[in-house]
């Protein structure tokens, strides 16, 4: 099946493609920071629950018109974007993106007013607040790593070396989100 005809609507199909950077990196960034807003008395309330769902379901629906407009612009130039090292790192990018979203959806979301965001004792509840921390900081690292990509014309580098940093930026983020979560801790346990 020939695709080409699609490269004529790659103006409408990048419209659409930033349309998903919008819904889904700005409802990231604004979840992101009500989350920290709502923890400032160390609980999440229900009604603070659903403020999160829906802006989670924000954050999806930019996704899924990222996804298949993004393979709408592929499709109409398969040769080009096969060889380009910035937009392959970007659908890795995207693809990490979509699988910590799915790990926040199902593991942490369903929990998250259970969490003991108090330091406490319970080991179960204290991993998974630590999960939280980590997906939440993946997720915002990925969404603004996606959009620099997206803004950026081209790099001189090969993918393998853009999948090396970006994984580095994945580890350095992990490491400080779990230093922020113990400090998290360790300031809840001051204040008690």
Known sequence: MDFEV??????????????GFIFGLGGATIA???FFRFLGDYKISKKEH????????????????LWISGILIFLGDVERYSNSSKFLLKVVVVTVITINGFLLNTVVAPK???IDWKLGHNAKRRVLRKYAFALGAISMVSWYSAFILGSIRSLPYSFERLLVAYA??????????QCLEALFAWKRSKSS
């Open 6 to 19: 699609l490269s004529q609507y790659k103006s409408v199909f990048i419209a659409f493609h930033m349309l």
């Open 32 to 34: 992101d920071t009500m």
């Open 112 to 114: 998250l007013m259970k």
């Open 168 to 177: 580095l930026v994945l580890i350095l983020t992990i490491v400080g989100s």
């Open 50 to 65: 659903v403020v999160l769902g829906m802006l989670s379901q924000i954050v999806w629906g930019g996704l899924v018109l």
